[in-house]
């Protein structure tokens, strides 16, 4: 991958670029950005360009023979680790290997919903195991076979859990000419042994101007649009794809009828549509909860005075300036967090009809309450 394939980022990539000429090129790096930043993008052109053997000032040449097998992940001195989904003690990554590489060259702002999809895994939950630890290791005891460096690029090390230990002295002393990236989205949850043997590169989401620049030049649709779906995004580039291909449509309705319903405390109508919710499917229930955390937010921006700030088509305008007058900012607050609650229960396999209806139920009892000061909490039995 290139670095001009990256979106946006410019920074970083003139950070990462100047590090090359300097020889500053540290053994292990941990690159932290939330998802869709496009941190595994820039792992990926990083140590393309550090084996190229004709790079340029800006970028790899892309032709060269190293170039060549990066742009096809094949590669025989660059590595991956990644979590997978099956729970045998001696399983590693390398049987999913060939999916892998697939999702990468399709797709290099992915997340772990879109690999957990590749794989049809969906009741199963991620792992990095001890195997694993040891499969990386042996392949960073490898010589390198073409480049100067060997690289292992390690996805979400998150999953490394406790057998992460495994690799700390590698990372702190790894052989000679060895370059190995950690690509992260969450420092809480990473082993801080690994975080103090790393440099940290610190990747921001993705402004919303390089959203809008990336959709209307390759997904062939007008900038109103882009810079909607940029907004509601907000620097995920993951996200965006995802509103790109949903029917935006469908969630205005269902959400927008679900707030109507429960304001309205109508019994009958939620029930019915708790059950036209859970046969959407995860995907689509999970992308209808966002949209309404995103729409909730406008609402506090309409309250709190920045309605220039607030870019939505006519429809969802015209209802955002009348449920905010329904609102306070106290129970904004609870409802997005309902949705949230919602989004990680759907995640990890709630029941949905039970669990829409439980959140249909927290809806109303939050609408039903008078207004109240801002920052005052509601307590929902």
Not at 17 to 38: C, K, T
Not at 67 to 95: Q, T, V, W
Not at 224 to 239: C, E, F, K, P
Not at 272 to 292: A, C, I, P, T
Request: proline residues 3%; aromatic residues 8%.
């Amino acid at each position: 991958m290139l670095f001009q394939e990256v979106i946006g980022q410019n920074a970083i990539k003139e950070q990462l670029i100047q590090s090359v000429f300097e020889n500053r090129v540290s053994h292990a790096q941990l690159f932290l950005g939330p998802e869709g930043s496009g941190s595994f993008a820039l792992a990926l052109a990083y140590a393309q360009f550090i084996s190229c053997t004709e790079r340029t000032e800006r970028d790899s040449c892309g032709i060269c023979a190293s170039c060549r097998k990066y742009n096809k992940l094949i590669h025989p001195d660059l590595h991956f680790s990644y979590p997978f989904f099956r729970g045998g003690e001696k399983e590693d990554s390398m049987a999913d290997l060939g999916e892998w590489r697939d999702l990468v060259l399709s797709n290099p702002y992915f997340n772990l919903d879109e690999w957990r999809l590749r794989l049809d895994a969906q009741n199963k939950q991620p792992n990095i195991n001890k195997a694993e630890c040891l499969n990386i290791l042996h392949r960073l005891s490898l010589k390198a076979f073409e480049s100067e460096y060997k690289t292992m690029i390690i996805w979400l090390p998150e999953y490394l859990k406790n057998e992460g230990n495994r690799l700390l002295k590698t990372l702190e002393e790894p052989a000679n000419k060895t370059l190995i990236i950690l690509v992260a989205q969450n420092q809480d949850q990473i082993l801080n042994t690994i975080i103090s043997r790393t440099q940290l590169v610190k990747i921001p989401a993705l402004k919303n101007e390089d959203i809008v620049q990336y959709l209307t030049e390759n997904k062939d649709i007008s900038e109103t649009q882009a810079s909607r779906i940029a907004y509601l995004s907000d620097g995920n580039m993951q996200a965006a794809l995802n509103l790109l291909k949903e029917d935006d449509h469908d969630d205005f309705r269902n959400f927008t009828g679900w707030m109507r319903m429960t304001f309205a405390d109508k019994g009958a109508q939620i029930i019915d549509f708790v059950d036209e919710l859970s046969k959407l499917g995860r995907e689509n229930q999970k992308n209808m909860l966002r949209y309404g955390v995103q729409l909730i937010r406008e609402c506090i921006m309409m309250m709190s005075g920045a309605e220039s700030l607030v870019h939505l088509p006519s429809a969802e305008l015209d209802f955002v300036k009348n449920f905010s007058k329904h609102l306070d900012l106290a129970k904004c607050e609870a409802l997005v967090n309902e949705l949230e609650k919602a989004h990680y229960h759907i995640e990890r396999n709630a029941n949905p009809k039970i669990l829409f209806l439980d959140v249909s139920l927290q809806f109303v009892k939050i609408l039903k309450f008078n207004t109240l000061p801002a920052g005052t909490q509601y307590i929902l039995n």
